[in-house]
C-alpha cells in the first residue's frame, strides 16, 4: 500500500492512500484517523494489520484528490499539499539514524574520502574499508544468528524531517550538503516495546561530506542535518532492490546527474534483518510509543 499524509488548508492534516491517479482522503471517512501513528494506534486496538485498518476504514464515500495536484502544490501554500509520510505527534519521540557502509559504492566514496592514498591495495586500508570488509564476511548471517554489527549514525529527531517540497538547510557553520538517496526504513514501537516495520519511505539522508573529509571522526557531527522523507511510505515493499537516480536542478538548468544508484538487500553487505537487528537490541530503541526512522545507505 502506498500512504501519504496531507494537509487540507483551513481543516487540517489527513492520512490517505494512493488508487490510481487519486488519493483516497480517508479521514474524510473516519476523522479518528488523521495520521499514520494514528492508524497505527487503531490497528493495534483491533488486533489488525496496519494495511487492513486503512484501507478498512476508507468507503465509498470517502473524498478523493488528483494525486498529481498534491505532488506539485506548494507546501504551505493555499492548496492541498504533501507532508512527509511518516511523523509522530510528538517529534521528540522520533530517532532518526543510519547505517553507512553497506553498499560497495558508499565504501568505496568513503574509502576515498578518508585515504590520502589514491592507489588500491589488497588488504583495506582505512577503518572504513575494514569495517565494509566486516560486512562482507558477518553481515549476512544465518536465520536466527546475529551478524557482525554495522556502522550506525544518529541524525537528530522529528525536526529535522522535512516532506516533499520542503527545503534542506545548509546552517551557516556548515561546509557542504551533500545529496543522499536512500530508502529510510519507518518504525512504531508498541506498547510492548515490541518494533513493528509499517513501512519504507524514499528519502534524502543529506550530509555534510566536506566536513566529514577533515577527519572521518567528524561523520557524527555531519551528519547532524536535516533529511526528508516521501512522498509516500511503501507499506508493502520487499528490501531486495530498488534502483534511484539523484537530480539537482537549479534555476530551470540540471546541473547534476548521478546515473543509477541502487539500495536493497541485493547490493549490501548486510541483510536488513541484522541492520535492524543491531538498531534495536538497545533498550533505549525500544522505548513504547516512540518512532524511528533509519535509513539503510545506497
Known sequence: MRVVQFVIPGVGRRVGFIDGDDVVDVT????????????????????????????GSATEGSDRLNYEDLLTAEVGGDSTYLISPFDHPDDHRVIVSGTGLTHTGSMKSRDQMHSDNSEPTEEPATDSAKMF????????????????????????????VRGPGEGLEIPAFALDGGEEPELGGCYFIDKN?????????LGNEWADHETERINYLYLAPSKLRSCSLGPELITDFEFDELELECTVERDGEMIYESGPLYSGEDYMSHTLANCEDHHFKYPLHRVPGDAHVHFFGT
Request: glycine share 16%; no cysteine; proline share 6%.
Open 28 to 55: 474524510s471517512s473516519d476523522a479518528s484517523l488523521r495520521s499514520v501513528f494514528d492508524v497505527f494506534e487503531e490497528s493495534q486496538t483491533a488486533g489488525k494489520s496496519f494495511d487492513e485498518t486503512l484501507a
Open 133 to 160: 570488509q566486516m560486512g562482507i564476511d558477518g553481515g549476512k548471517p544465518e536465520p536466527g544468528e546475529r551478524g557482525i554489527s554495522p556502522e550506525w549514525f544518529y541524525k537528530g529527531n522529528g525536526t529535522i
Open 193 to 201: 516495546g515490541v518494533p513493528n516495520r509499517v513501512g519504507f519511505a
